[in-house]
């Protein structure tokens, strides 16, 4: 009874390392796959940090340009 719990329990110990291996194998395969991804991410926000840094000198070169298109909002009251 002993030995068969033994036996029992030895396999199973062999079970769960096969499994460990096999499952870093997968994911050790899946992480270019994960690196790649977020590569595509970081170069598609460096674009968008592009695109507004330039539509954002565009404006201040427009307002720098011609101060009145702009007039200031300091009214608090549309009646003054």
Do not use: H, W
Request: proline share 5%; net charge positive.
């Amino acid at each position: 009874m002993k030995t068969s719990l033994e036996l029992d329990l030895k396999k199973m110990e062999e079970n769960s390392e096969v499994e460990k291996a096999e499952y870093s194998k997968r994911f050790k395969k899946k992480i270019p796959e994960i690196e790649k991804i977020a590569e595509a991410k970081r170069e598609k926000i460096e674009k968008l940090k592009e695109q507004k840094s330039i539509n954002l000198k565009k404006m201040s070169e427009k307002l720098s340009a011609n101060p009145n298109a702009y007039p200031p909002k300091t009214k608090t009251c549309g009646c003054f």
